[in-house]
Nanobody
Framework: QVQLVESGGGLVQPGGSLKLSCAAS??????MGWYRQAPGKQRELVAA???????SYADSVKGRFTISRDNAKDTVYLQMNSLKPEDTAVYYC?????????WGQGTQVTVSS
């Protein structure tokens, strides 16, 4: 059983930065991902990292966001720089391995002046 708890969301001005954390107990071997869902829109993949450390990003965040994981701490991070109003959404952490998938409860990120 994997348990995911996100933290680090909040209100930030355009151009600012935030770092999200996902405490991911039991996630060893899982591919971890950050997703987001804005009001009225479908949930979308933002970034993912495999157990071996390979990463992938949505085109909209490439060069601005960085996903990383600390396997010793069972924690996944999303460093978000140069934030834009369109990055406003609830951000979710996901763990996946074969057919097993777990989601966190989400953390709100609001980018506004």
């Amino acid at each position: 059983q994997v348990q995911l708890v996100e933290s680090g969301g909040g209100l930030v001005q355009p151009g600012g930065s935030l770092k999200l954390s996902c405490a991911a107990s039991g996630s060893s071997g899982y591919t971890m991902g950050w997703y987001r869902q804005a009001p009225g829109k479908q949930r979308e993949l933002v970034a993912a990292i495999t157990s071996g450390g390979s990463t992938s990003y949505a085109d909209s965040v490439k060069g601005r966001f960085t996903i990383s994981r600390d396997n010793a701490k069972d924690t996944v991070y999303l460093q978000m720089n140069s934030l834009k109003p369109e990055d406003t959404a609830v951000y979710y952490c996901r763990a996946s391995l074969y057919v097993r998938t777990y989601w966190g409860q989400g953390t709100q990120v609001t980018v506004s002046s």
